[in-house]
């Protein structure tokens, strides 16, 4: 197949990537998004700061804009995010305990509501665990309400969509001997165990220098579907690394059933949030080598 979306759909699989609102009068960006790509995330359109802006005050005018552009043009739609510690408007911020632990449910709800029945995929709650070696929680308002708030939120998003895929997002979870991997590994099990509905991980995949790709992402990916999860790699970009990585990163999803798509985190080098040393694969209009190395990934299949 000759695009990225049409490769992938070989395989039953989606290839998608972050859309940004602000871009979609460009055409160069929306003509390579709309040829390329079958599933579509808002960059930043869905969080809890553009669509509560203030309290009970719900506004999805641009959450809508990406979504309506998507479905207009056959994409389906991940919902980006419900409950994260950044891009918090400063109401919520100012908020603690019960009324918080209500804010928050109310903000699932809201948001939810608002787009029952048309979203693939929630990332219900991202990054909820610290970075490094803890294993533990990131520290954050919406952990100081009780460790029992994921689950909270997990509940209450299946309440208010049923037929939405719930799940758990979040980056250094991709090599197997990492900390934080496990950490999370024992929460989705858990989960699983006690019936909390979960439907779904998402592999963030930002790789630089510093945080590499590394091969056992084959095994971390076999180890969440183990637990009876789809997997995504949800925020694919590569920093410092050839373009033969991201075929990688491609043969590994490929490789696990249950791996059901890609999403790389933006369209072009110059929309991504850290632009420069080539993280994704296009540049302007053109293909970039990352580009061939992923569409010959998926058509090797
Ligand atoms: O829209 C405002 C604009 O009105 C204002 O003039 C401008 C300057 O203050 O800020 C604009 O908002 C920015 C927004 O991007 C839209 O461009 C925010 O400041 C900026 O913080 C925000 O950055 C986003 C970041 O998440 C934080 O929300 C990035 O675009 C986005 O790529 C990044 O994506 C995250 C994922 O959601 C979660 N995983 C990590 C990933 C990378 O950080």
Not at 4 to 21: C, E, K, M, P, V
Request: proline share 4%; charged share 20%.
């Amino acid at each position: 197949a000759g695009t990225l979306g049409a490769a992938a759909a070989q395989s039953d699989r989606y290839f998608g990537a972050a859309i940004s609102a602000a871009r979609l009068g460009d055409e160069q960006y929306t003509t390579i998004a709309n040829r390329e790509f079958t599933m579509v995330t808002p960059e930043n359109e869905m969080k809890l700061d553009a669509t509560q802006p203030a309290r009970g005050q719900f506004n999805f005018t641009a959450g809508d804009r990406i979504y309506n552009w998507a479905v207009q043009n056959g994409k389906r739609v991940r919902g980006h995010t419900l409950l994260w510690h950044a891009a918090q408007p400063s109401w919520l911020q100012a908020l603690s305990g019960a009324a918080l632990r209500q804010a928050m449910i109310d903000h699932v709800n809201g948001v939810v509501g608002h787009y029952r029945g048309k979203i693939y995929a929630w990332d219900v709650v991202n990054e909820a665990y610290a970075d490094g070696d803890s294993g533990g929680r990131r520290d954050s308002n919406f952990q100081r309400t009780g460790d029992d708030w994921i689950e909270a939120a997990f509940r209450a998003a299946r309440a208010a969509d049923p037929a939405a895929k719930l799940c758990y997002n979040d980056y250094n979870i991709e090599n197997w001997s990492w900390t934080k991997t496990q950490a999370v590994y024992a929460m989705v099990r858990d989960f699983k165990q006690r019936g909390v509905p979960i439907d779904c991980v998402g592999l963030q995949a930002h790789f630089t220098s510093g945080s590499p790709y590394n091969a056992s992402l084959r095994t971390t990916i076999s180890s969440f579907a183990a637990l009876g999860v789809d997997v995504q790699i949800t925020e694919l970009d590569i920093q410092g690394a050839p373009p033969q990585t991201y075929a990688a990163v491609v043969n590994d999803c490929l490789a696990v059933a249950r791996c059901t798509g890609i999403t790389v985190w933006g369209v072009r080098d110059q929309d991504s949030w850290r632009p420069g040393d080539s993280p994704l694969l296009f540049s302007g209009a053109d293909k970039k080598p990352a580009y061939d190395a992923v569409l010959g990934a998926l058509n090797a299949v």
